[in-house]
């Protein structure tokens, strides 16, 4: 009698655990996550000056703010200003993109406050601390309008904005063509916001992806997705060598996306699923691995083979917590660092 009540004990406190825990994941220890109300896939993350957020792009076309668990999602921006709120808002319809907007890469400038939003079918803009519509700074490069606006980083001390066009053939609606494809009509480029002109720094990429500038803005890594490789940029020899080739800075077992720096000046990497596995001491799962400044692997991410991290787009690290985006699922993900 005592046995089996003290079993019943123990298994009614272990299915009370897991109810307190059912905005999580079992298979991971202190998971979280928040839900999106309205479309999906919040494929990049940021936090403001004030440390807010995140803010996310999603698949409607819009930028949203967390606000906190009693407030929720607020829209903050757009990117198309003829954007038709009856048909796009919670829209989940790739087919829509074109006309609704999908904000992708996003990064403030911790110095203004501005939000710069890749947007894969607009282009590069800002929007103020306010939000609302956001300014279009560029659509095109040495006469080529981009394709496929993806991923981005800025140099707070100079203002100057690198970001990536993955193709100018493929759209972002497109993508699993373009993964498939031989496709090299990547480029990384540059934009200086006060002669408001885009360089192109390097074309013929396949399918360039996440950027991130180092600590000191002296390099750039940019996720050359195809290629299951992270390519480094070095800024400072740059100006002064005629051919800019990139030195290959790490190789993946998996296809890279985003890539975002720490406050240790450390690097995320978030992992597609696709391949897998292939790489001496890998965990079984690895969806997101992080880098030190000399490309050394200093920890890897495993998704344990399950589907709540079977798709990460991004790993932003802020204030001890690792928040988890995706292109297609309807949630961010959140681990303690
Ligand atoms: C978020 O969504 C998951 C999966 O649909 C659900 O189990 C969980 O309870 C939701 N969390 C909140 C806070 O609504
Ligand atoms: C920036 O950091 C890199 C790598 O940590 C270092 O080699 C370089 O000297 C630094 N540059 C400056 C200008 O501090």
Same mark, same amino acid.
């Given at each position: 009698?005592?046995?089996?009540?003290?079993?019943?004990?123990?298994?009614?406190?272990?299915?009370?655990?897991?109810?307190?825990?059912?905005?999580?994941?079992?298979?991971?220890?202190?998971?979280?996550?928040?839900?999106?109300?309205?479309?999906?896939?919040?494929?990049?993350?940021?936090?403001?000056?004030?440390?807010?957020?995140?803010?996310?792009?999603?698949?409607?076309?819009?930028?949203?703010?967390?606000?906190?668990?009693?407030?929720?999602?607020?829209?903050?921006?757009?990117?198309?200003?003829?954007?038709?709120?009856?048909?796009?808002?919670?829209?989940?319809?790739?087919? !829509?993109?074109?006309?609704?907007? *999908?904000?992708?890469? &996003? %990064? +403030? $400038?911790?110095? /203004?406050?501005?939000?710069?939003?890749?947007?894969?079918?607009?282009?590069?803009?800002?929007?103020?601390?306010?939000?609302?519509?956001?300014?279009?700074?560029?659509?095109?490069?040495?006469?080529?309008?981009?394709?496929?606006?993806?991923?981005?980083?800025?140099?707070?001390?100079?203002?100057?904005?690198?970001?990536?066009?993955?193709?100018?053939?493929?759209?972002?609606?497109?993508?699993?063509?373009?993964?498939?494809?031989?496709?090299?009509?990547?480029?990384?480029?540059?934009?200086?916001?006060?002669?408001?002109?885009?360089?192109?720094?390097?074309?013929?990429?396949?399918?360039?992806?996440?950027?991130?500038?180092?600590?000191?803005?002296?390099?750039? !890594?940019?996720?050359?997705?195809? *290629?299951?490789?992270? &390519? %480094? +940029? $070095?800024?400072? /020899?740059?100006?002064?060598?005629?051919?800019?080739?990139?030195?290959?800075?790490?190789?993946?077992?998996?296809?890279?996306?985003?890539?975002?720096?720490?406050?240790?000046?450390?690097?995320?990497?978030?992992?597609?699923?696709?391949?897998?596995?292939?790489?001496?001491?890998?965990?079984?799962?690895?969806?997101?691995?992080?880098?030190?400044?000399?490309?050394?692997?200093?920890?890897?991410?495993?998704?344990?083979?399950?589907?709540?991290?079977?798709?990460?787009?991004?790993?932003?690290?802020?204030?001890?917590?690792?928040?988890?985006?995706?292109?297609?699922?309807?949630?961010?993900?959140?681990?303690?660092?």
């Amino acid at each position: 009698m005592m046995k089996s009540a003290s079993f019943k004990l123990v298994f009614a406190l272990f299915l009370f655990a897991h109810i307190v825990r059912s905005n999580g994941d079992s298979t991971f220890e202190n998971y979280n996550q928040i839900n999106l109300t309205q479309g999906t896939g919040p494929e990049s993350i940021a936090f403001d000056c004030k440390g807010e957020g995140p803010y996310v792009g999603i698949s409607d076309g819009r930028v949203l703010k967390w606000t906190g668990p009693k407030l929720g999602w607020k829209e903050f921006a757009i990117t198309s200003p003829f954007r038709r709120r009856n048909l796009c808002d919670g829209s989940t319809n790739s087919d !829509l993109e074109p006309l609704c907007g *999908r904000p992708l890469g &996003l %990064k +403030f $400038n911790t110095r /203004t406050c501005h939000l710069y939003i890749a947007d894969s079918y607009f282009g590069l803009h800002v929007v103020g601390p306010y939000g609302g519509v956001a300014k279009r700074l560029a659509t095109s490069a040495q006469g080529t309008p981009f394709g496929f606006t993806n991923g981005i980083d800025i140099d707070t001390k100079t203002g100057i904005v690198y970001f990536t066009d993955s193709s100018i053939v493929f759209q972002r609606r497109d993508v699993d063509s373009l993964l498939r494809s031989s496709d090299r009509t990547g480029r990384f480029l540059k934009y200086d916001p006060y002669t408001r002109e885009v360089t192109v720094l390097y074309d013929g990429l396949v399918f360039p992806n996440g950027v991130a500038l180092s600590a000191n803005n002296s390099f750039v !890594l940019v996720a050359e997705s195809t *290629r299951f490789r992270i &390519l %480094k +940029f $070095n800024l400072e /020899t740059q100006a002064k060598r005629e051919d800019n080739a990139p030195q290959v800075f790490a190789e993946l077992p998996r296809v890279p996306d985003n890539v975002k720096r720490n406050e240790n000046g450390e690097f995320w990497v978030a992992l597609n699923p696709g391949r897998s596995g292939t790489a001496p001491n890998d965990v079984p799962d690895p969806v997101a691995i992080k880098f030190d400044e000399e490309g050394k692997v200093l920890k890897r991410l495993d998704g344990n083979g399950g589907i709540t991290l079977n798709a990460i787009s991004e790993v932003k690290e802020f204030n001890g917590k690792l928040y988890i985006g995706s292109v297609t699922k309807p949630y961010v993900g959140i681990l303690n660092a």
